[in-house]
C-alpha cells in the first residue's frame, strides 16, 4: 500500500502575515499555496523561525502558490526573498542553518507547470538550432501588440532565405534618388556613339547625331567641311564666300579688313611763306594710328637758315620734329616714322608747326595711317 505524507499547508490568502515554524521541529516540510497581490510596505509575506535556531536545522517548503508583487511587498523565507520571476511558479525552497545564518536555495520543480522566464535565461546560451522551424524566407516583426511574429518582406525589397536582399523591380522613382546623389555617367547605360542626348517631341529621352535647327543645333555634319556657315530660311549650309548683302550694315571693324584695306592717307600743305607759318590743323574723323609721315618740297626753301616742322597730336603732345634743310629744291622729299603721341579718335585735330627764322618755301604733307576698331 503507497504511503501518503501529509504536508502542513500554509495558504497565501493575505498580504502583511507572518508565518513563524517552532525550531522544536528539526526538519520539517510544509507546503505553500493560495493566490496573493501584494504591494507596499507591510504587505509581505513572511516565513521565519521561532526561538533561537541550532546549526543544521532545515526547513523545505513545497511553494505552489501565486503571489504577484505590485511594490515592496515579497514572499520571503528566513530573510531572503522569494525572487519575483519565480513567485508563481512551483519551487522547491532549501532553508538551512548553519549555526551563524540562514542559508536559503530557490530549486524550479520542473512538474509541467512551471515557466521559464527571462531573466532566468543566461545571455549567449540558447543556440537558434534549438528554435522551432519558421517559415523560408520570412523575418521576424514585433506586431502591434509587441509580440514577435513572423512575416514575409514585401514592398520595394526583396529576400531570399540566405539573407540576401535585392531592390525590387521598377520600385525607384525619382523621388527616392536624393538630389545630392551625384549619380556618376559610367552608371548610366550606353547610348549610340557621337549622339547627343535630347528629349524628342514626345518628351522621351532619346538622342541624335546632329542637333535639329528647332532645338537650336544645324542638323548636320560639317566635321569635314571648311567655309564659312550659312542659315537660310532655318537650312544650314557651308560656302567659302558671303556676299555683301549678308553683312549687316556699320557692323565690321577695320581689323577685319587685310592691312591694305585699314591703310588710309591724309593730305595737309604747310608754309615758310611770310604770314603762312606757324601752327595748321587737320582734322581726322576716324579712330587711328599715324605710321609714317612724308613731306615733299613744293616750293624751294629760302637757303639763309633751316626750317622745322613739328607734329603733335590733339592734346599738344610731340610726335616728332623734322628739319627742313635750307635751299632744298622742289621735290625734295623727308619722313618722320613717329613712334609715340601718334593715335587719335575721331574728332581730334593733328597740329602741324612750321618755324624758320628767314621766310620762304613750301610743303606738301601725307600722314599715312591706319584705322582702329572703335
Known sequence: MAIQYIYPTFPLNASGQTISIPVAEQSAFYLITGTVSLGGAGTSNIFQESGTPTSGLT???????????????????????????????????????????????FIIDWDGTTKITNSQIDINTIELTKLANGTSAQIQVANGSGVWSAVSVTGDVTITNAGVTAIAAGVIVDADINASAAITRTKLANGTADHVIINNGSGTLSSEAQLDPSRGGTGQDFSSSTGIVKVSAGTFSVGSTISNNEVAANTLQPSKLTAVHRTLREYISASFESGEKGTNYHYMPYKGTID?????????????????????????????TVTITKASAYGTGFSLTPASNNTFNPGDEIRVITT????????DITFETERNDT
Open 59 to 105: 526547513y523545505i517548503y513545497k511553494y505552489r502558490g501565486a503571489a504577484t508583487y505590485g511594490g515592496v511587498g515579497t514572499v520571503s523565507f528566513h530573510g531572503v526573498d522569494l525572487p519575483a520571476d519565480l513567485a508563481d511558479q512551483h519551487v522547491t525552497i532549501y532553508a538551512q542553518y548553519d549555526g551563524s545564518a540562514w542559508n536559503v536555495d
Open 292 to 320: 609714317e609721315i612724308k613731306i615733299r618740297v613744293t616750293k624751294l626753301i629760302e637757303a639763309t637758315d633751316d626750317g622745322t616742322v613739328e607734329f603733335q597730336d590733339d592734346s599738344g603732345n610731340s610726335m616728332g
Open 356 to 363: 624758320k627764322t628767314t621766310a620762304g618755301g613750301k610743303l
